[in-house]
């Protein structure tokens, strides 16, 4: 007889499986409760699977070459713009980026400030660093 997969391998699995960089805990509700998918992405990220980018949001990880820590699979901006789009927040360029695009500024900008059409209070990054928002003309 077949054993039952566990929803450690069923989480990991569909992550496998999924093109996206960027996982939301609601990805998972019909595997098992809340508390139970919590605990099991909890642990996916302690044993350096998949990293944590702010409340409900993982990221697909891979190990630093350089420093051995854990890294995301995709740089910060691209991580935060595919997040903000899965949580239904639209995103334009910022400022300094329209700037730069028509030479108005030679400061190349790094990505890490987005502009959102609408309010939002989440943090999104890593180790320490986060991006930033500002708030786009309509």
């Known amino acids: 007889m077949k054993k039952p997969r566990s929803i450690k391998n069923k989480i990991l699995l569909r992550i496998s499986l999924k093109n ?9 509700e019909d595997l098992g409760g809340y508390d139970q998918v919590g605990r099991v992405l909890k642990n996916l990220a302690r044993e350096k699977k998949i990293i944590k980018i702010g409340y409900g949001l993982y990221a697909k990880a891979e190990i630093s070459p350089l420093n051995g820590t854990v890294i995301p699979q995709k740089n910060l901006p691209q ?10 927040i639209e995103t334009t360029a910022s400022k300094l980026e329209k700037d730069y695009n028509s030479g108005k500024s030679t400061q190349v900008p790094t990505g890490r400030l ?17 991006v930033s928002y500002e708030r786009a003309a309509r």
């Open 20 to 28: 996206d960089g960027v996982f939301l805990r609601k990805d998972f």
């Open 79 to 88: 991580l935060a713009s595919e997040a903000l789009k899965r949580l239904g």
């Open 114 to 130: 987005i502009a959102v059409k609408s309010r939002i209070v989440r943090k999104i990054g890593y180790g320490g660093t986060y």
